[in-house]
Structure formats: C-alpha cells, structure tokens
C-alpha cells in the first residue's frame, strides 16, 4: 500500500501542477471590450467673459477593442471608444458635448507571471466631438493616444483588464475595467 500511496502523491503534485494555469498566449487574435468613467480635462474651464454656473465633466464610458498580439511583448490594437457625454451651463445657456474615436495602437507588454501581466500602449485616433449649445458644432480631431493597465488571464481564453487612457488634444481620461477573449 505504501506505494500506492505515493503513487497517488506523485499523481496529485502533477495534477495540481497540471491545475497552474500558464494561460499567456504568446500570438494570436483577441478581442473585448470595457466599461469606465471618462472625464474632459478642460471642459469645466471657460474664457474668462464666459459665467459658468453648473458643469458635469466626468461620464460613463465604454469601449471594444480587437487586436493581434505578435508575441508576448508586441501587438496591435483596434479601438472604438464612446467617452460619454459633457454638459454645462454657460451664460444661461446649457451645453453639452459627446465624444467618440476609433484608433489603432502599439501595445507593449511585459508578462509578470503566466496570469498577470502589465501593458503600455500608444497609437493614433480619429475622435469626433459633437458640441450643441445656442447652436452646434462638430469638431474632427486626429490625435495621439496613449495609455497604461494590467491584464489577469483568470481563464485559458479569458483576461481581466484595468486601464487608464487619455487622447492628446481633446484631454480626454477614462479609467475602465473589462474583458479580453483570446482565439
């Protein structure tokens, strides 16, 4: 029986080395998206002859994302992002803005464990904002966007994400937190 019994603990070790997950995926396709809040740096701040009396900078914001990782340090990333919507008062009048932008990033990442990993990335968008008010305006930007956030493999082909990101002339932040699927 004495070695059956170490048969077993033999087999349990392997099992439960077995059970580590090691779900990093060196290449391939993913895609997910994300829910956050987004807040316009510079809306609340208006020309000096201009009365604000009420602003709401900060939103709900959401995102989907697709991309293609070439090995475990680069890839590429797809993005389309609703960063929410603006609203004030000036001068009596109330405004609002909405913004949204698709883009295409370098991803940069750096694997701590199998699991967890950190991720940098920078690209260009194409953020169209919408402001009405006494009348409205649309305004077209391309612009640099860059951002930082973790990933947590939980499943083979599943990842948690955080992410902190921000557009370069619009001054918009979001913070978010989503989900990755990796073919």
Same mark, same amino acid.
């Not at 004495?2 to 392997?14: D, H, I, M, N, P």
């Not at 990033?105 to 008010?133: C, H, I, M, N, W």
């Given at each position: 029986?004495?070695?059956? +019994? ?6 349990? *070790?392997?099992?439960?080395? *077995?059970?580590? !997950?090691?779900?990093?995926?060196? #290449? ?7 829910? +956050? ?14 009365? @604000?009396?009420? *602003?709401?900078?900060?939103? #709900? ?6 991309? $293609? &990782?070439?090995? %475990? $340090? ?12 603006? /609203? ?11 913004? /949204?932008? @698709? +883009? ?9 464990? !199998?699991? =967890?990993?950190? =991720?940098?990335?920078?690209?260009? @968008?194409?953020?169209?904002?919408? /402001?009405? +008010?006494?009348?409205? &305006?649309? &305004?077209?930007? /391309? ?7 973790? %990933?947590?493999?939980?499943? !083979? %082909? ?7 990101? %921000? ?17």
């Amino acid at each position: 029986m004495r070695s059956g +019994g170490k048969a077993l603990a033999v087999a349990a *070790c392997a099992g439960i080395a *077995c059970w580590q !997950p090691s779900f990093a995926q060196e #290449t391939g396709f993913y895609a997910g998206g994300a829910l +956050g809040q987004a807040k316009l740096k510079e809306w609340c701040s208006v020309s000096s002859s201009a009365v @604000l009396t009420a *602003c709401e900078d900060t939103d #709900t914001a959401w995102k989907i994302l697709g991309g $293609y &990782r070439f090995n %475990r $340090y680069f890839g590429l990333e797809a993005t389309y992002i609703d960063w929410g919507k603006t /609203t004030g008062t000036v001068n009596g009048i109330n405004v609002s803005a909405e913004q /949204t932008s @698709l +883009g295409i990033a370098a991803v940069g990442s750096f694997d701590f464990t !199998p699991q =967890f990993s950190a =991720f940098g990335k920078a690209g260009y @968008l194409s953020t169209e904002q919408e /402001t009405r +008010g006494a009348s409205t &305006r649309k &305004r077209d930007q /391309t612009e640099l966007h860059y951002g930082l956030g973790v %990933r947590f493999a939980f499943a !083979p %082909r599943w990842a948690a994400r955080a992410e902190w990101e %921000r557009t370069d002339e619009l001054k918009v932040e979001m913070l978010s937190i989503g989900a990755e699927y990796r073919f």
